[in-house]
T-cell receptor, first 115, second 112 residues
Framework: DTGVSQDPRHKITKRGQNVTFRCDPISEHNRLYWYRQTLGQGPEFLTYFQNEAQLEKSRLLSDRFSAERPKGSFSTLEIQRTEQGDSAMYLC?????????????FGPGTRLTVL | AQTVTQSQPEMSVQEAETVTLSCTYDTSESDYYLFWYKQPPSRQMILVIRQEAYKQQNATENRFSVNFQKAAKSFSLKISDSQLGDAAMYFCAYRRLNDMRFGAGTRLTVKP
């Protein structure tokens, strides 16, 4: 399978704990996006990388959230001191930037439950 | 701010029939892109169809077609000859540069 993969698929944690999610994009895709999706809503943009550079961050991304993409390959999203409001599906998408528009390919997501 | 509205939380269609999902958006820009994504239960989101705002011709992908009304800021999805596998959440999305906004989704049920 050469699609976007995310790990873990499910994470249950207690409030106040730190969690880290991983996303492996499609090989050679230079852009990587993180979204958050709460129940009954569409995905909301969090941040995106072009290669290893984090080019844009949403205001939704509080100081407790940090994302990295070392060497422009996989990416991690860390949430520190989790809160119940962080419970959501975290989606990763990747794309190959060329031409006017790139098509984003989504991973299966990591479902986070904060107790 | 750009917003995307899907006014139909749920829709159902009989197998082999046609269904249209509605989407409206708000923008002051003239150059942007619109998408429909499908998210089957417990599966990842996949692109169904996309439309460039500068193109007047409506996009078509096999049984999926759109009705793009730029002046009305409307972008509906028509699914012809509906199949059981079409059952999913459908999200309309607006994109300008790297800003992509999704609607809240429409849950489509296909009845055999």
């Amino acid at each position: 399978d050469t699609g976007v993969s995310q790990d873990p698929r499910h994470k249950i944690t207690k409030r106040g704990q730190n969690v880290t999610f991983r996303c492996d994009p499609i090989s050679e895709h230079n852009r990587l996006y993180w979204y958050r999706q709460t129940l009954g809503q569409g995905p909301e943009f969090l941040t995106y990388f072009q290669n290893e550079a984090q080019l844009e961050k949403s205001r939704l991304l509080s100081d407790r959230f940090s994302a990295e993409r070392p060497k422009g390959s996989f990416s991690t999203l860390e949430i520190q001191r989790t809160e119940q409001g962080d419970s959501a599906m975290y989606l990763c998408a990747s794309s190959l930037s060329r031409g006017r528009i790139d098509t984003q390919y989504f991973g299966p997501g990591t479902r986070l439950t904060v107790l | 701010a750009q917003t995307v509205t899907q006014s139909q939380p749920e829709m159902s269609v009989q197998e082999a029939e046609t269904v249209t999902l509605s989407c409206t958006y708000d923008t002051s820009e003239s150059d942007y892109y619109l998408f429909w994504y499908k998210q089957p239960p417990s599966r990842q989101m996949i692109l169904v169809i996309r439309q460039e705002a500068y193109k007047q011709q409506n996009a078509t992908e096999n049984r999926f077609s759109v009705n793009f009304q730029k002046a009305a800021k409307s972008f509906s999805l028509k699914i012809s000859d509906s199949q059981l596998g079409d059952a999913a959440m459908y999200f309309c999305a607006y994109r300008r540069l790297n800003d992509m906004r999704f609607g809240a989704g429409t849950r489509l049920t296909v009845k055999p």
